[in-house]
Every structure is written in C-alpha cells, then in structure tokens.
C-alpha cells in the first residue's frame, strides 16, 4: 500500500485541487467563449440595395438606444391603450409599413448585446406616403418629409409605457411569449428571457423614464403633428440646458420636416442648410441630423451614415405621378422666373439662382420667427464641442442667423404644406395673401390634392383615425409672410394656377 | 554550492526584468503624463490667434483635463448662471471654436484647458440685436462672469456627482476614450482634479464671502489673487471689485515719465502688471521659467503695439470737431497731458475708495519678495500707500463702458451727469451696443435676463465722484461724446 501511493495525503490533496482547478478552468474558459459569442458582437442588418439601405440600414443609433426586437412588437399591443385612438399599433402614431416588412420604414436592426435590437435611421423622418385617393395604395417615397408620422405622439406613447404599472419583466414577455406564439415560434431562449427579466427591461424603463425627463419642455410646446418636429430645443435637452431658464422667445422651434433629395448640388453651391441656414457644411449638417435619429459620436456607423449621404447626393426628387396640363404649365414658366427663380433656383433640376441658399433677413421674408428664436448663439458654440476628440469631424460650421434662407423647390410638389414651419397646405394657398389662406387645417393625411398641389387638408377623419387639426393661431404656427408683390400673391387667379402646375414639373 | 551560479543568475534575470519594467513604465509614464506637444499651428498662425489661444503655460499647475472640463457644464448645469453650458459665464466664444477666446488646450502628458489673458482681455459688441458679436482682442471683456466661473469649478468639485462613475458615464456619451486613457481618468486624474479643486475653494475662498455683493459681469476684485493666492494672507474685509481694463496700446504708459499702471497705480510698467498677471493665470511659479520670460516678452511687444479698435458706427466729423474743443477745455487737463497715467488722489476725484483698501505698500513690498524669489526680475509693484485713481488714457474708450474704475456709470452720456442723475441700478454684460450714449445697453427685457444687475448702492459700487463736465450745455455733451468717439 505504501508503495502504491506514493503521495502523502498533502500531495494527494494539491494533485486533486490542481485537477479541479483545471476542470474549472476549462469550463469557465468555454463558458466565457459562449458568452463572448452569445454577447459579444455588433453587426448591422445590411442592406445591397441602396434604397433599401436608406428605409432600413443602420446608422448605429441602436447602440445608444436599441430597444430589443421583441419588445419593440410588444409594446404597442401591451399598451395598445396609450396609443392614439387605441389602435393600429405603431401605425397609430404615423409609422409607415410596406407589404411583408416587420419594421416600419425609418427602422434599423443591428446584433448588438447578444440581441436584435431596433432604432431609429433618416427614413423615419425622411420618407413618406401618397395616395391618389383615398381607395388607392400608398405609395412610399423615400427622402420625402414624413408626413405622415407624428413624432411626438411617438415619445408620448414611450413614455407613457415607461410611467405604465405594466412595465414589468412578467407582462412584457408574457405578450412576446403571446406574439411569438402567433408566429409560430416558441418563447423566447431562456437566456434571453434571464438577461431580459432581471436586467433589460427594467434597463429600458429606465432609459425611457431619463429620456422623458430630458425632454419634459416638449409638453410645454403647442403640438406639433404629424410631420413636424421641433429641430434644436431637443438639443438644448441634450447640452442639459435647464429649459425653464431659457428665455420664453426661443422655448418653440417647431417646423416641417424636409425633403432630402438633391443633396449634392446644395453642396456644390455652397448653400446654407436647415430652415435659417444656419450650417454651409452637408456633411456636419448630416451628422447633426443623424444625431437626432439617436447616435452619439461615439457610436455612430460612419461607413453606413457615408453611405446613406452618398446615395442622397445624386438622388433626384420623384417626378409628379398625375397628369400636368403642359400648356398651362408653359405659361407659368414665365411667371416663374419673373417672381421665383431668384431665390429658388433655374427650375427644379438648375438650381442656380442669386439669392439660392442664401439667408433672407426675418423682417423681409415675414414668416413666423419662433423657429428662428429658437436657434441662439449660444446654442450655436456649444455645437463647437460636438465630435471634439473626432479631428476634423468636429463641428464648426454652425452659425447664428438672422433669417430663413431660400430653398431650391426640386419635387416641391411632395414637400407640402408649406414654408418652414408647415403652415399653408399647398402651393395654391401659399399664393395667395395670408388673409385668404386657411386659418386652420388638418395635417397627416396623404391623399394627394392635384388641384391646389399639396395634401388634401380638410379631412378630420378617416375611417376611424382622426388627423391633426393645425391651428396657425398657435404660438410658431402662424402663417404670414412669404407674400406681396414680389411673392406672387398679387397674381392673377389663372397666372396662379399656371405657376402651380409649372411647379409640379419640378 | 552548486546552487549559487543558478542563484546569482536567477537575481540577474529578475534584475533585469524589474529595470526593463521600470524603463518601460517611466516611458509609458512620462508618455501619458508629462510629454508637451505644441499647440496645432492655427494657434500661432496670427498674433490675434495667439493671444486669444495660445497657451502661456498654465496648463500644467492649473489646467483641467480636458474631458472632465467638457463635461462638468453638461453634469452641473445648475451650477452656472443660466442656460447656454460655459457661455452663460459671459465668455467670449466664437463660433466654429472648439473653446472660448482665452481658454487653451494643449497636450501636457493628456489634454489639458487653462486660461490666458484673453479670457478677461477680449471684448464683444453687437451693432444690433440682429447681428453675432464682434470680437476684440485686448478689449476689456464686459459680458465675462468671473466669479462664477471661480465658483463653477470649485462646485462642482464639491457636488457628490463628481465622482468616476458619473463623470466617466458622461464622457462616454461623448468620446470613446482608449482603455488605457479610460484607467487614467478613473483612478488618477478625476480624483486629483477633485482634490485640487476642492484645494482652491481655500485658496480662492474670497469668491465665496458671504458679506459681499457679488462682482457681476465684466469685473474683477483684481488684487486678491495677488493677496490671498501669491501671498497666502489671511482674508481681510476689504472689497474692490473693478472693471475689467482694456489692454491695447500699452506702449502708451512711460514710467519714465512717473506714470504707473493698474487702476490705482499699484504697478510700475507694463511688463510688470503682465507677469503678475500672468503668474496668477499659471497659479504656481512657472514650470519652464524661460519660456514664460519668453511668452511675456511677446505679450509686452503685442500688447503695447496693438491698437484700440474704430468705433463702428458713423462719426458726424463736424460735431467731433467741435467736441475737441469742449475736450481740451474740460478734460485734456487730465486725460490727455502731462497727468495721464498719473495717479489723481481719490480726495480730488471723489470716486468710490473701497478700491484702493484693498491693496497695501506691504502687499507690494511682500509680493515683490515673492516673485524676485522665483527668479523673475521685474520693476514690479509701487511699494507705498495706494492714494487715488489713475487718470486715463481714453483710446478706444468707447468701448471700455461701463465707466469709472468700478465700472459704476454705463454710458459716456450718464458719465457728464451729476452724481444724482447717473442710474442707480442698470445691467451690465448684455453685449448690443448704445450709439446714442455711447456705452452698451443696460436696460429692456433682454439686458436683464443676460445682464446682472448692478445696484450702486451696494459697498464698493458707489457712481459717485469724477462730477466733471456735467454743467456743459447738452450741445456742448452732444459734442464732446462725439469726439470721444473718434479716440
């Protein structure tokens, strides 16, 4: 016996603790193998095709505040009572859907975490729908202003689920476990459902809850409607500003979301970009617009936001898809470049012109100011520190203005209503003095007006989903300016119409 | 015995490792720590440019890591006068610069901010409401909320969120730091900078005296850095805030021909007032002392070239003509003879005293002391009684409004009236200017929500004194301003 084991029991005892050791060592290398590659990982859903790629691709605003896919398709039927109308899930509060597609347009998906986790992109603000009737299909355009899509009722309804007593691990998974059903699909992996019950949804609420918080000056706001946000209050949100301290002037900055099409030429000329022209530079101008879909400099997908602004650079606006009477528009062309080419541009494909791009002073354009106000100096340098750290991404070319600048109109047919902050419904009313224009209207509704060239605008309610009512009573609503002589709302009625349906070749 | 060749061999490798080691860190040490790397060229590419971000050296006594100074506004916003992050202080930010006009970054081992002269010695004006800022260089900086930026600092550092775990949440959102750079900031440099800040809550504990009116925009209780902080005397009962002065021209001042600098006449020449001001902007002997010899050669050549800026708005030439006649009958006696630069007794003047006791010949004969200790020899400060006010030059005057050393009387225009008839309170530091009065505005809806109220009843803040030219007929006034404008 004594020559068999050899090992006294001290040894016997280190020789079996250095076996186990090494057990474990192994499991827990593998074990954090597995979870490097259950957790690790961070690839964007990719897309070939460039407008794909647009409505769907990833800018990286997941990283900051992807909420994960199944809960994303939770929510609405969880809170199916938070939302408007208490109905028609995300489509309730203007998200638009294409055929077969589980994300609405504006949505990107991205492995991030060890989940598919969904954000935002430029589509959601920068794509939108028409309809010739009110029988027909919708017809997606992207890089058009979403007019559809009420971004505020968006936060309202995320906020409300965050402040939801419903908020809790056992009822969301509960309705993924109902969805997944629905689908075909089992639960959830446990270890989805482990990270998600004891850790990510209470993450999220509280990611939600902080963003509430941040932006609590909204609710202050008039509303803004469908297709409208408020540009650069939210990133005095983000500087941490304290809104109450702001002076009362500069509180209200809501206005239209724009096209984005043509973005190459507007470079070219070197023309100031936003409503008051406040940015020469397209590329620090897109970043800056890319922040607002979520990404912060540090987790921003360069090569895919590049891509993106590639791709919009050379994007020619849709042609207008209805009938033009052509010799009615010939006799506009005239009127056109008598009273608009200066400012506008050539025409909607030249958009050459004196006075293109360039800032009209607030008392000469007479258009309501608040967007303007809204913008200060101050806002202005603290935009200096944005990608510092980044070498030449760091923004500097923000400046404070004094006005609005002039737009080229390339497919002004789809950028209705009009002037900045979306106060007139179509061009024909934009042509006529303010007195005569529409005191109030109704908004996201886009079933296209072939006549007065805009949406149709006095639609409350449509099977069942009521549209917002746009008062220009409302403080940074109002719709004077942009008229007089040198305006064209001194034409005659049938010079008018002429110059509108010249604009629809635009 | 066999055993000792293997032994020694043994120690010779470990030897090795540990000065390998060693060799390695102090590079990796020195690297992170205390490698100097110029300022980028756009810096120096002017003399304009170099003065406004230049670094004088500061930033290695005083300086700020550069992250933890970006995100303090954005963490402790209501630490700050109001919204607007670092421009609520009043500092004077151009657009498209990364930092204010004054504050310098530059890589000392990591990124640091600290000030320059610029900071307080760079004006703005705004022709109209609807119209960005105009910045001048050397000009006395009106809009600048020094006291709160003291303040700023020295709060935040005592708030419990200035800790790792929240300021590196913050600088997250922001820049993706390495990994390295990340360990640094959490387990050195947050918690140096803490405790230094925290340290000057001490050393500037004047900022914080309970008794006293706060200085407001554009001013400066000028000799306390010089007392408390060069000196380390205990703090007094004296209060003295003044104006911030313009800079420009400084050649104009000869002490050959007795004329003295500061406000009261504490300092013999320019070069003098430039280093001890310096010295406080570096907050410690300086690191490389010639190179700061060097920096404050160049500040005394640009300094006394540079000069006043053109009043921007239409001159009547006729009237200004006239105005230099009412100038050399009521005021040239002063302001523009023998007596410029001299010291006026504060009896003859009548201005507000609490100024002048707030410096002393022993002040002057100790900080004197000090500084030759550094080895930096200067005429350096008057060693007697400070006695009256110095009598001004007046180049570029119309920019240098509010008026008087205490910076009592807004405009030009206010300054020809009785004592009686001057405001008694107004806003100062709201950046449009008054043609009309020639000064800025100090009054309306926006004056006050930028301005800080200014109350000339307050102690230290008195309007009275310098009743001179107020019994000038209103066309001989009209004149006068007018001339006073072309200066």
């Not at chain 2, 490792?17 to 040490?29: E, P, Q, S, T, W």
């Not at chain 2, 020094?146 to 922001?174: H, S, T, Y």
Request: hydrophobic share 35%; charged share 25%; glycine share 8%.
């Amino acid at each position: 016996m004594a020559e068999q084991s050899a090992m006294t029991p001290l040894q016997k005892f280190l020789y079996r603790l250095g076996a186990i050791a090494a057990v474990v060592l192994v499991i827990a290398f593998l074990a954090g193998a597995w979870l490097l590659g259950r957790f690790g990982g961070d690839t964007a859903v990719a897309y070939q095709d460039d407008p794909e790629h647009f409505k769907y691709g990833s800018l990286g605003s997941e990283h900051e505040f992807g909420v994960p896919y199944w809960i994303w398709r939770a929510l609405p039927e969880l809170f199916q009572d938070k939302l408007p109308g208490a109905r028609d899930g995300w489509q309730s509060v203007g998200f638009v859907f294409e055929k077969g597609k589980k994300l609405p347009v504006g949505m990107s998906q991205r492995r991030y975490l060890g989940f598919d986790v969904v954000w935002l992109n430029c589509a959601f603000c920068h794509a939108g729908t028409v309809r010739e009737t009110a029988q027909s299909e919708a017809k997606v355009y992207s890089a058009m202003p979403a007019n559809t899509f009420d971004f505020r009722a968006f936060m309202r309804f995320l906020f409300a689920t965050g402040e939801d007593r419903r908020f809790t691990p056992p009822d969301i998974l509960r309705q993924i476990k109902l969805i997944r059903q629905r689908e075909g699909l089992g639960d959830l992996p446990l270890i989805d459902r482990l990270v998600l019950r004891f850790y990510g949804i209470y993450y999220m609420r509280e990611r939600i809850l902080a963003l509430r918080d941040r932006l609590k000056f909204i609710a202050e706001q008039p509303e803004w409607g469908p297709g409208r946000v408020d540009t650069f209050n939210p990133l005095k949100a983000y500087f941490n500003f304290p809104p109450d301290k702001l002076a009362p002037e500069e509180r209200i900055g809501t206005t239209d979301f724009p096209s984005i099409w043509n973005q190459g030429q507007r470079e070219t000329l070197k023309m100031n970009l936003h409503w008051d022209g406040n940015n020469v530079s397209l590329e620090e101008r897109n970043r800056s617009a890319a922040m607002g879909t979520g990404i912060t400099p540090p987790t921003g997908d360069r090569p895919n936001l590049k891509r993106v602004a590639g791709w919009l650079r050379n994007l020619a606006a849709p042609p207008y898809p209805f009938a033009i009477d052509k010799a009615r528009a010939a006799q506009g062309a005239p009127v056109y470049k008598k009273y608009c080419a200066e400012c506008h541009g050539a025409d909607g494909k030249d958009f050459r012109g004196e006075a293109v791009g360039k800032v009209v002073p607030i008392d000469d354009i007479g258009t309501d100011r608040r967007r303007l106000d809204s913008y200060t100096y101050d806002v202005a340098v603290n935009q200096n520190l944005i990608f510092a750290g980044y070498g030449e991404e760091r923004f500097s070319h923000f400046r404070k203005t004094f006005g609005y600048a002039n737009s080229p109109l390339d497919g002004v047919w789809l950028r209705a209503p009009y002037l900045h902050n979306g106060s007139v419904p179509t061009l024909r009313d934009l042509l006529d003095s303010s007195a005569q224009r529409p005191k109030t209207f109704y908004r996201g509704y886009d079933v296209y007006d072939q006549e007065k060239a805009g949406f149709v605008s006095d639609v409350a309610e449509e099977k069942g989903r009521k549209y917002f009512r746009y008062d220009t009573e409302e403080p940074g609503n109002s719709n004077k300016g942009h008229e007089g002589k040198r305006y064209g709302t001194e034409l005659s009625s049938a010079e008018k119409d002429a110059l509108v349906e010249y604009l629809k070749t635009f | 015995m066999a055993e000792t060749p293997k032994k020694k061999s043994w120690w010779k490798s470990c030897l090795l490792l540990v000065v390998v080691l060693a060799v390695v860190g102090g590079a990796i040490g020195w690297y992170k720590f205390f490698r100097e790397e110029p300022q980028p060229d756009w810096v120096t590419a002017t003399p304009d440019m170099r003065f406004k971000y230049g670094s004088i050296g500061a930033e290695h006594d005083a300086g700020i890591p550069y992250w933890i100074f970006f995100v303090l506004p954005r963490m402790f916003p209501e630490k700050l006068p109001g919204p607007g992050g670092l421009a609520s202080l009043g500092v004077a930010w151009e657009q498209g610069q990364e930092l204010p006009i004054g504050f310098t970054k530059k890589v000392i081992g990591f990124p640091r901010v600290a000030n320059n002269c610029a900071s307080c010695h760079t004006t703005s004006y705004r022709k109209s409401p609807n119209e960005n800022p105009v910045f001048v260089p050397t000009g006395p900086n009106h809009t600048l909320n020094l006291q709160a930026f003291f303040r700023f600092v020295v709060d935040c550092a005592k708030d419990p969120r200035f800790n790792a775990d929240e300021i590196m949440r913050e600088i997250a959102l922001v820049y993706d730091l390495p990994l390295l750079d990340r360990m640094i900031y959490r387990y050195l440099l947050i918690p140096i900078t803490k405790k230094r800040l925290l340290e000057r809550e001490a050393q500037f504990k004047w900022v914080y005296h309970k008794d006293f009116p706060l200085w407001g925009r554009g001013r400066d209780d000028a000799m306390n850095l010089t007392k408390y902080f060069l000196l380390n005397w205990p703090m007094d009962d004296t209060l003295g805030p003044t104006d911030m002065p313009s800079v420009w021209n400084l050649q104009k001042y000869q002490p050959e021909k007795g004329m003295l600098m500061n406000l009261a006449g504490d300092s013999h020449d320019a070069r003098s007032v430039i280093i001890d001001s310096a010295l406080g902007l570096l907050s410690a002997a300086p690191h490389d002392r010639e190179d700061f010899m060097g920096q404050i050669d160049w500040l005394v050549k640009y300094l006394g070239e540079k000069q006043a800026p053109k009043y921007p708005f239409p001159i009547k030439e006729d009237l200004g003509k006239s105005g230099k006649a009412v100038f050399d009958a009521n005021c040239a006696t002063c302001h523009a003879s023998e007596r410029t630069g001299t010291r006026v007794p504060v009896e003859e003047v009548g201005t507000d005293r609490e100024r002048l006791k707030s410096w002393s010949k022993k002040a002057a004969i100790e900080s004197n002391k000090v500084v030759r200790n550094f080895g930096i020899e200067r005429k350096g400060l008057v060693e007697n009684e400070p006695s009256g006010y110095i009598a001004a030059f007046l180049d570029g005057i119309w920019l240098r409004a509010p008026y008087l050393h205490n910076g009592s009387v807004p405009t030009l225009r206010d300054l020809l009236k009785p004592v009686a008839e001057r405001p008694k309170v107004f806003y100062r530091g709201y950046d449009v200017y008054d043609s009309v009065n020639v000064g800025f505005v100090t009054e309306g809806p926006e004056a006050q929500r930028i301005g800080t109220k200014y109350d000339v009843s307050e102690r230290s803040s008195g309007n009275q004194g310098h009743e001179y030219g107020v019994n000038l007929s209103a066309a001989e006034k009209d004149a006068l301003i007018e001339y006073l404008k072309t200066l």
